[in-house]
């Protein structure tokens, strides 16, 4: 059976510490010899390699590399060892590339070739969710003053008119819609070519789960959705998205795709939605990787450990 354990960006073993965040956490454990960090530089981690393996998580001594660090946050402790973020300037990837014990290089690709151990990959997405808010917050939204970072890094505070800003996440409802022993899926034209995958859309304000799943089927295919259950939930990082995966049926079967929105999208059976996991779909259709939440969903159907 599938398991959303294998997800990536699931993972994350730290300990988050987030009911003693305070000030003075970073000054306390920024002296320990143990302690690791990740470091971020723009919106691209730097890895350290060793061999063929390789870790997101730094020694603190590999950041005088880089002498201008914008903000940095403590993300907790992993097996007693304490653990930072920190966003470095996006030049600082030079300072990196030059030594082979380095690899500058985008998440997705770490996730997908799966550079790092799998906890490492949620450390990761939450260090790069944290660092995004960070970087995009540096002014208070309410008066306009400059803002500055508490509560170890997972607040900023407005000196001038004492608002206190938390670090946002997006809820996004994807969805395998089904019905009779068919599921719908569809692309969009920035997608992989031939690559088909579940539909999905953020959750707006004052709206439930279930109903942003039958609001996006309907306004991206057409297709009204009753019953909808809930099955995983992913960090998406990309930039702080929490995707919520959904199973929903589908009370009819015509489509009407919103081109803006799809280039395509129909139903599958469960027979050809097999051959395209398994790579040997005869049009050369496929879904997505293994990483991704909407896999998981797709193979939960295939599978019947979803229902329906
Ligand atoms: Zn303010």
């Given at each position: 059976m599938s398991s959303s354990e294998t997800l990536g960006f699931v993972g994350n073993t730290l300990l988050r510490d987030s009911a003693e965040r305070d000030r003075n956490l970073i000054e306390r454990h920024r002296?320990?010899?143990e302690a690791r960090t990740v470091a971020i530089a723009g919106d691209i981690p730097i890895l350290r390699v060793n061999g063929v393996r390789a870790t997101a998580l730094l020694p603190l001594?590999?950041?005088?590399?880089?002498?201008?660090?914008h903000e940095q946050a403590f993300l907790g402790t992993l097996q007693g060892r304490p653990v930072f973020a920190v966003l470095l300037e996006a030049a600082s990837i030079d300072a990196f590339k030059?030594?082979?014990?380095?690899q500058p290089i985008d998440l997705r690709s770490i996730a997908v070739q799966g550079?790092?151990?799998?906890d490492e990959l949620g450390i990761l997405a939450e260090a790069k969710a944290l660092l995004f808010w960070h970087s995009r917050h540096?002014?208070?939204?309410?008066?306009g003053a400059p803002t500055a970072l508490s509560c170890a890094g997972f607040r900023r505070d407005c000196a001038s008119c004492k608002t206190q800003h938390f670090p946002r996440t997006d809820p996004v409802a994807i969805m395998l819609v089904h019905r009779d022993g068919r599921c719908l899926l569809g692309r969009q034209?920035?997608?992989?070519?031939?690559m088909y995958s579940c539909l999905a859309g953020f959750i707006e304000p004052g709206e439930t789960i279930e109903d942003a799943v039958r609001r996006e089927t309907f306004e991206e295919a057409g297709v009204r959705v009753g019953g909808v259950r809930y099955l995983a939930s992913q960090p998406w990082p990309f930039p702080s998205s929490l995707m919520i995966g959904c199973l929903g049926e589908a009370l009819s079967d015509e489509i009407t795709l919103d081109r803006d929105e799809l280039e395509d999208g129909r139903w599958f059976s469960r027979q050809e939605v097999l051959s395209m996991i398994e790579r040997r779909h005869p049009d050369g259709l496929s879904t997505p990787?293994?990483?991704?939440i909407a896999d998981f969903l797709i193979r939960s159907w295939v599978e019947g450990a979803a229902g329906g």
């Open positions: 002296a320990d010899p001594a590999d950041l005088e590399r880089a002498p201008v660090r030059q030594d082979a014990a380095f550079l790092v151990p799998g540096r002014f208070c939204p309410n008066c034209e920035r997608f992989v070519p031939n990787p293994p990483m991704a």
